[in-house]
């Protein structure tokens, strides 16, 4: 790989600049980009506003909904904490009566592997008409809540490890059982958000946290957008009504810092003697079933240039990708970058949501002439489905 072109203040203005000229108050980007010889991060100037509506200085501590990259942090938890151990386990090694979750047995052969990297043949969530949760579910929607669902009104599964389906009750099922890993306790979610903060957050020191503990006076208000870049656009409520349940699919809130952080770690640059063992396994595709032309790592999308995931609820959007890395762990990543912004549904001229538009932009400047420059990955794919996908 030739040299790594590190990015000026011009150039990231220039990503930014069509966006904050069509919605000139109230948008905000925060864009990370890294190598093993630089790093950075860049906010958008224009102002911002609170969740009450109050000026809101946008910088490198601001912190933004992550959406379905938190998919990333829960893959690698279960890695660490379960699947070291025991890379066999299925769902039904926690059904009772031989484990501590009450759900249906029919879920008990799904193993484990398969919640993490889209195979499970739990159906696909991120879509119109998914079945996998109530169909008048409480406010907010406990993790006892969705277990009982599971064991009342288990949804239809396809044949496990056979095809990719989109599933974010898969990562939301896996949070229940890190909680209970080990332990006959019935579940709760404040068990799986300690074991995050103990085992992955702390010993990569970000200031990140779930939803729940999320100040509204430092979160940005977040928009819903409808068109292009002529936008209308319109304040939305933070979070997802799935929460805390769904806090392993899409809960976390992190600051740019910690987006960059969590980069260089996935990119090997910064390197953690427990964590860092963990990426040879989080990082390698999955055989024989693909999407896309994109292969399925525990958590991650892996194309043959880039490995990424991209987020996306109510009035937040986001994206991370890096270079995929020959042995990952041991030899780092060329490049990485991230995006982060305070909108959903926010696309470019061709249609592709900002924050992977962006992000590949970038990577394509960084890798001059060595990406293919017409792919650009997502796996957002329905927009009018809002409330049931991150």
């Not at 220039?14 to 948008?27: D, E, I, M, N, R």
């Not at 669902?149 to 989109?166: I, V």
């Not at 809130?253 to 964590?275: C, E």
């Not at 470019?348 to 924050?355: E, I, K, M, R």
Request: charged share 10%; glycine share 10%.
């Amino acid at each position: 790989m030739g040299n790594i072109v590190e990015p000026t203040q011009a150039y990231l203005n220039s990503l930014v600049a069509p966006y904050l000229k069509a919605q000139p108050s109230g948008l905000g980007f925060a864009i990370g980009y890294a190598s093993p010889s630089f790093q950075g991060v860049y906010t958008s100037p224009n102002p911002v506003h609170n969740q009450f509506g109050a000026p809101l200085t946008l910088s490198a501590t601001t912190p933004f909904e992550i959406a379905s990259i938190s998919k990333t942090f829960t893959a690698t938890l279960y890695a660490l904490l379960i699947r070291a151990s025991d890379p066999t386990r299925t769902i039904g090694d926690y059904i009772a009566p031989n484990g501590p979750l009450r759900i249906s047995a029919s879920l008990g052969d799904i193993t484990l592997d398969q919640l993490m990297n889209y195979t499970s043949g739990l159906p696909a969530d991120n879509v119109d008409g998914s079945v996998d949760s109530p169909p008048y579910w409480p406010q907010p929607y406990s993790m006892p809540a969705m277990l009982s669902f599971l064991g009342a009104a288990p949804p239809t599964l396809s044949p496990p490890g056979q095809q990719y389906q989109y599933s974010n009750l898969g990562f939301a099922l896996m949070s229940a059982i890190i909680a209970c890993a080990g332990t006959n306790a019935n579940p709760r979610i404040g068990g799986f958000e300690t074991l995050m903060a103990h085992n992955i957050f702390g010993p990569l020191g970000l200031s990140a946290s779930f939803f729940d503990e999320a100040s509204l006076a430092g979160l940005p208000l977040g928009f819903n957008y409808n068109t292009t870049l002529s936008p209308t656009y319109q304040a939305v409520a933070p979070g997802w009504p799935f929460f805390p349940a769904y806090f392993g699919a899409g809960g976390i809130v992190a600051t740019p810092n910690d987006m960059l952080t969590w980069l260089l770690f996935n990119m090997g640059v910064l390197q953690n003697d427990i964590l860092t063992p963990l990426l040879p396994v989080l990082q390698k595709p999955l055989p024989g079933v693909t999407w896309e032309g994109n292969r399925l790592g525990l958590g991650w999308f892996i194309s043959p240039q880039q490995v990424w995931k991209d987020g996306d609820l109510d009035g937040f959007s986001s994206y991370i990708a890096f270079v995929p890395s020959a042995d990952p762990g041991a030899v780092a990543s060329q490049a990485g970058a991230f995006v982060l912004v305070n909108g959903d549904g926010v696309t470019d001229s061709q249609g592709l949501d900002v924050a992977a538009s962006l992000t590949n932009s970038l990577l394509n400047f960084m890798v001059p002439a060595e990406r293919d420059q017409s792919a650009y990955p997502s796996s957002i794919v329905n927009r009018s489905r809002r409330r049931a996908r991150p």
